[in-house]
């Protein structure tokens, strides 16, 4: 049996084309260069005057650091994309009748694309503890690396915060410079939609001020309608255009 380790070496070092064969997605995979950067995404968003003054000023560098992307979080050919998990890095079994299954649903679907050596890599780690991260290989998934957090169950915001930067320290260390992140802990784990996306794009814009060079993009991967009509609502509030 052929180790995570070789594996995860073996598609890090494979070839672009060669390992677009292997993609589950087929060509549907999406380029960095297919996922227009806010500043260009707004364009198409009315906005409604605000009734206060914005908290954060116009930067239109960080304009260019931050996407909406509604579509299949698996198709993404980035240095790395984030699984939102458990402390065991595993998923249960989806349970029938749940309310929100959309995290679970995605999670299944990162195993699904990645292969089997992901779940041998995740076993090694020995779990993760709530508003931390790790990284493994991505395999065959379009997305070099695979960046897992454990969000936390219900309205925690202090743990929420950590799980992003977390995330988003472990791209730097790694020297990683696209990410995607889905709704964290929205779902089945209980987090408001609305409050959720307030944490994720409040954590990343003060990621992005302390350094603009980080990272080329950050993009908020979303999978529900409600969290496309929050996001869109809300950017313009983290990053005015």
Same mark, same amino acid.
């Given at each position: 049996?052929?180790?995570?380790?070789?594996?995860?070496?073996?598609?890090?070092?494979?070839?672009?084309?060669?390992?677009? &064969?292997?993609?589950?997605? #087929?060509?549907?995979?999406?380029?960095?260069? $297919?996922?227009?950067?806010? *500043?260009?995404?707004?364009?198409?968003?009315?906005?409604?005057? +605000?009734? #206060?003054?914005?908290?954060? *000023?116009?930067? /239109?560098?960080?304009? $260019?650091?931050?996407?909406?992307? /509604?579509?299949?979080?698996?198709?993404?050919?980035? $240095?790395?994309?984030?699984?939102?998990?458990?402390?065991?890095?595993? =998923?249960?079994?989806?349970?029938? !009748?749940?309310?929100?299954?959309? @995290?679970?649903?995605?999670? #299944?679907?990162?195993?699904?694309?990645? !292969?089997?050596?992901?779940?041998?890599?995740?076993?090694?780690?020995?779990?993760?503890?709530?508003? &931390?991260?790790?990284? @493994?290989?991505?395999?065959?998934?379009?997305?070099?690396?695979?960046?897992? @957090?454990? !969000?936390?169950?219900?309205?925690? +915001?202090?743990?929420?915060?950590?799980?992003?930067?977390?995330?988003?320290?472990?791209?730097?260390?790694?020297?990683? *410079?696209?990410?995607?992140?889905?709704?964290?802990?929205?779902?089945? =784990?209980?987090?408001?939609?609305?409050?959720?996306?307030? /944490?994720?794009?409040?954590?990343?814009?003060?990621?992005?001020?302390? $350094?603009?060079?980080?990272?080329?993009?950050?993009?908020?991967?979303?999978?529900?309608?409600?969290? /496309?009509?929050?996001?869109?609502?809300?950017?313009?509030?983290?990053?005015?255009?």
């Amino acid at each position: 049996m052929v180790s995570f380790e070789k594996n995860q070496e073996k598609y890090l070092n494979m070839n672009l084309a060669d390992k677009r &064969e292997k993609y589950l997605c #087929k060509a549907s995979y999406v380029t960095l260069d $297919d996922i227009p950067t806010w *500043k260009e995404y707004s364009r198409n968003i009315k906005r409604n005057r +605000p009734n #206060k003054a914005l908290e954060y *000023k116009k930067d /239109v560098r960080l304009n $260019d650091k931050v996407s909406i992307f /509604v579509g299949d979080i698996t198709n993404l050919e980035i $240095d790395a994309i984030i699984n939102s998990t458990n402390n065991r890095l595993l =998923c249960a079994a989806i349970q029938k !009748g749940d309310a929100n299954e959309s @995290t679970k649903v995605i999670h #299944k679907e990162i195993h699904r694309a990645a !292969g089997s050596a992901l779940f041998s890599e995740c076993i090694s780690l020995n779990g993760c503890e709530k508003g &931390e991260a790790r990284i @493994t290989g991505g395999y065959n998934l379009p997305a070099k690396y695979i960046i897992h @957090t454990a !969000g936390p169950v219900g309205w925690k +915001p202090v743990l929420l915060r950590n799980c992003y930067l977390s995330c988003l320290n472990l791209a730097k260390e790694n020297g990683l *410079k696209t990410v995607a992140f889905p709704c964290i802990s929205t779902g089945h =784990c209980g987090y408001p939609n609305r409050d959720a996306a307030q /944490v994720a794009l409040r954590t990343s814009r003060e990621f992005l001020e302390e $350094d603009v060079t980080e990272m080329d993009r950050i993009i908020f991967c979303l999978f529900q309608s409600i969290d /496309v009509r929050v996001y869109e609502s809300l950017m313009h509030n983290y990053f005015p255009v």
